[in-house]
């Protein structure tokens, strides 16, 4: 079946920086765009980044630009986020989320990860 | 960028009653409007897609309409299982995504 996990949450100083990972499987994960979002404890849904499905084109919200990175590895179907300067309000659950788009049709979001919580705290 | 507001941000509702959220966008989205779910502790699910498309596998109560820049969710009789959180998503713009703020769906 179709899945995502991810991996690489923690608790992290302010100003350090943090590597996450999303592995993918049950799809062909090279055709798809994916995403990064974020949950903030008892806040909502903010949408962080996406990455195009060949890597090649990437955008950011603006409360990230600059500081993380989004990136791919289509031979090991594997998403990535480097968070770098890290501030208080990064500490959120992270899900990596499949874009359902194909054939250039826009879709949403159709299969997320389970999240993984990072914490920035001294 | 383009904002999106849901009301109300709390409904409190009975089993059996007719349910329905608004999303309005700062600017027209054409139908490009996604409708999720989410319980504590757990990923978002989708629902619906392209304003009024129902996602594989949800329940025929869950419906939605609009287009432009008023939107509803509407649930036409509210079961045990969909006390949750509904969030809208416009995915109008390929390089920006934006979030509604969020519905929670209370037991009255």
């Known amino acids: 079946q179709v899945q995502l996990v991810e991996s690489g949450g923690g608790v992290v100083q302010p100003g350090r920086s943090l590597r996450l990972s999303c592995a993918a499987s049950?799809?062909?994960?090279?055709?798809?765009?994916m995403h990064w979002v974020r949950q903030a404890p008892g806040k909502g849904l903010e949408w962080v980044a996406i990455?195009?499905?060949?890597?090649?084109?990437?955008y950011y919200a603006d409360s990230v630009e600059g500081r993380f990175t989004i990136s791919r590895d289509n031979s090991k179907s594997t998403l990535f986020l480097q968070m770098n300067s890290l501030r208080g309000e990064d500490t959120a659950v992270y899900y990596c989320?499949?874009?359902?788009?194909?054939?250039?049709?826009?879709?949403?979001?159709?299969?997320w990860g389970q999240g993984t919580l990072v914490t920035v705290s001294s | 960028d383009i904002q999106l507001t849901q009301s109300p941000s709390t409904l409190s509702a009975s089993v059996g009653d007719r349910v329905t959220i608004t999303c309005r966008a700062s600017?027209?989205?054409?139908?490009?409007l996604a409708w999720y779910q989410q319980k504590p502790g757990k990923a978002p699910k989708l629902l619906i897609y392209?304003?009024?498309s129902l996602e594989s596998g949800v329940p025929s109560r869950f419906s939605g309409s609009g287009s432009g820049t008023e939107f509803t969710l509407t649930i036409s009789s509210l079961q045990p299982d969909d006390f949750a959180t509904y969030y809208c998503?416009?995915?109008?713009?390929?390089?920006?995504?934006?979030f509604g703020q969020g519905t929670k769906v209370e037991i009255k």
């Open positions: 049950g799809f062909t994960f090279r055709n798809y765009g």
């Open positions: 989320a499949k874009d359902a788009t194909v054939y250039g049709v826009p879709l949403p979001l159709d299969t």
């Open positions: 600017q027209t989205i054409s139908s490009w």
């Open positions: 990455i195009s499905y060949d890597g090649n084109d990437k």
């Open positions: 998503q416009q995915y109008n713009s390929y390089s920006t995504w934006t």
């Open positions: 392209k304003a009024s």
